[in-house]
C-alpha cells in the first residue's frame, strides 16, 4: 500500500504537547484508548515480552487526587513562579503558561492514561526496560493525534510515583513512565515546533563529520565538507561568548592559528573583517587570510567567512545553547564552496585527493577540541 506521506509527515511533525487546547467537556470513549492502545502495542519490545500495562484513570475523584499529587511533586511551583514573575515573552514563556495550565487544571482533562512497565531498571545500562515503553507511548500520542485527541508528556508526577502507586494500587516491580493527559483537542490545527535542521545534528561515519551544504561547491570536497564539535561548559552563555568572540582565542590553544587583527573594527561586528595568520609545520607553511564576519548575534552565534565574504574556502562558526546549568558550545567548519589550498593540493594530487581531504578534517578537529577545552577551562575559572 501507499501511505500519503504528506498527511503522515504532519501527523510526525505536528503531535505536539496539548495542554491549553485540551477539551474538558467532551467524554474520550473507552473503545477509542483501547484502539489507540492496541496499535502503540505493536512499538517494538525487548525479548518479545509484553511487559507494558496501561491504566486509563475516568474516576473524578481518583483523577482529583492525582492532579494534587501532580501539583505536590512540582506543578504548584510551576504555577507559582508563573504568577511572580509574568515573563517577557516568547516561546519559554508561552510554554511556562502552558505547563502551569495544565498543572491548575490537570483532574478536569477526560482521562488521565498513566503508562508502565513491569521492571525496575538496574542501572546496568544494558537496554530492556525504558527502551520498550517510550516509544510505545509515543505511538499512544500518535494515534490520538490521528483521530483528534491530544495529550502532553508529562514526567512531573514521578517524584510522587510513591504515592502514585498507592492510590493506583500499583506493585513494587513496576515502573512508572509517563503521565499522559487525554482529551480532545480544541481546533486540530497544530504546527511543527522549531527544532535544529537534521544537517545540524546528523553525523557521518564518525561523531561530529556533517555534510552540510557548503553551496555550489567543487566535487572534490563536496565528499566531507564539515566537521562539527562541542562541549557542555558550566557557565552562562554570555560569560562563554567573551571568549568565543574573541578572534584570538583559538591562537592560545590551536596548534596552527597564530593570531589575527580586525582590520577596520575594534571587535566583533556583523560585516568587520579580520586578518589571521596561521603556521602549519607538518608541511612548511606559514599563510594569512582574511576573514569576514557574517553573523555575530550575542551570545548566541558568532560566523566568519574565509577569503571571499561571498565564496568562501571555508566557513566557520560558533553556536552557544543555554542549557540549565551552563552553555553547549559548538564550533562548525564548513569547507569550500572555494577551493583552498588544502582543495588545491587535492586537484594537484587526484589519487590521493581521500586521503589529503580526511587528514586535514582530522587535522581541523584536532585543534578544535583543543579550542573548546580550552574555552571550557577559560569560561569555568572563578564561576
Ligand atoms: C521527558 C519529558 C518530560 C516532560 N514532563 C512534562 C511535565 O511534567 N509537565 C508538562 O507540562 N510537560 C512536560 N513535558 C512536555 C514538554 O514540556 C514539551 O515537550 C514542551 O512543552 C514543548 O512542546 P512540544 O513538544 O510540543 O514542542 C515533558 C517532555 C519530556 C520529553
Redesign the pocket.
Known amino acids: 500500500m501507499d501511505f500519503d506521506i504528506e498527511q503522515t509527515d504532519t501527523l510526525l511533525s505536528t503531535t505536539?504537547?496539548v495542554?491549553r487546547r485540551l477539551d474538558f467537556e467532551r467524554d474520550v470513549p473507552d473503545d477509542l484508548l483501547m484502539r489507540c492502545i492496541e496499535l502503540a502495542e505493536q512499538a517494538p519490545t525487548g525479548a518479545g515480552v509484553s511487559s507494558r500495562r496501561w491504566i486509563i484513570v475516568k474516576h473524578p475523584e481518583t483523577k482529583a487526587q492525582l492532579a494534587e499529587l501532580y501539583r505536590a511533586a512540582?506543578g504548584s511551583r510551576v504555577i507559582e513562579r508563573l504568577e511572580d514573575r509574568r515573563l517577557a515573552g516568547g516561546r519559554q514563556e508561552r510554554?511556562a503558561e502552558?505547563?502551569a495550565y495544565?498543572?491548575a487544571n490537570m483532574e478536569k482533562a477526560p482521562a488521565l492514561v498513566l503508562v508502565t512497565i513491569w521492571g525496575v531498571h538496574d542501572g546496568s545500562g544494558r537496554p530492556g526496560l525504558f527502551d520498550s515503553v517510550i516509544q510505545a507511548a509515543w505511538s499512544f500520542c500518535l494515534a490520538l493525534r490521528a483521530r483528534g485527541l491530544g495529550s502532553?508528556?508529562?514526567?512531573?508526577?514521578l517524584g510522587k510515583a510513591k504515592e502514585f502507586a498507592d492510590l493506583l494500587g500499583i506493585p513494587d516491580g513496576v515502573t512508572q513512565i509517563v503521565l499522559l493527559p487525554v482529551a480532545w483537542t480544541i481546533g486540530t490545527d497544530f504546527t511543527p515546533?522549531l527544532r535544529r535542521k537534521a544537517s545540524e545534528i546528523v553525523w557521518f561515519d564518525r561523531w561530529g563529520n556533517t555534510q552540510e551544504n557548503p553551496g555550489e561547491v567543487s566535487s572534490l570536497i563536496a565528499a566531507a565538507p564539515g566537521v562539527a564539535v562541542e562541549i557542555d561548559i558550566a557557565a552562562p552563555p554570555e560569560r562563554v561568548w567573551e571568549f568565543a568572540s574573541d578572534i584570538n582565542i583559538s591562537a592560545r590553544f590551536s596548534d596552527e592559528f597564530q593570531g589575527a587583527e580586525w582590520v577596520d573594527s575594534d571587535g566583533p561586528r556583523e560585516g568587520a573583517s579580520f586578518i589571521g595568520r596561521n603556521e602549519r609545520t607538518d608541511v612548511n607553511r606559514v599563510w594569512q587570510t582574511t576573514s569576514y564576519v557574517v553573523a555575530c548575534d550575542p551570545p548566541r552565534v558568532f560566523a566568519w567567512n574565509v577569503n571571499d565574504r561571498d565564496r568562501p574556502s571555508a566557513q566557520w562558526r560558533f553556536e552557544l545553547e543555554r542549557l540549565p546549568g551552563g552553555t553547549r558550545l559548538s564550533q562548525r567548519l564548513v569547507m569550500g564552496p572555494s577551493l583552498s589550498a588544502t582543495g588545491r593540493a587535492m586537484e594537484a594530487n587526484p589519487d590521493q585527493a581521500r586521503h589529503i581531504l580526511a587528514s586535514r578534517r582530522e587535522q581541523h578537529r584536532g585543534n578544535m577540541l583543543l579550542n573548546l577545552q580550552g574555552i571550557k577551562r577559560l569560561a569555568e575559572m572563578g564561576v
Open positions: 505536539r504537547a495542554r512540582g510554554m502552558s505547563s495544565l498543572a502532553a508528556w508529562t514526567t512531573m508526577h515546533a
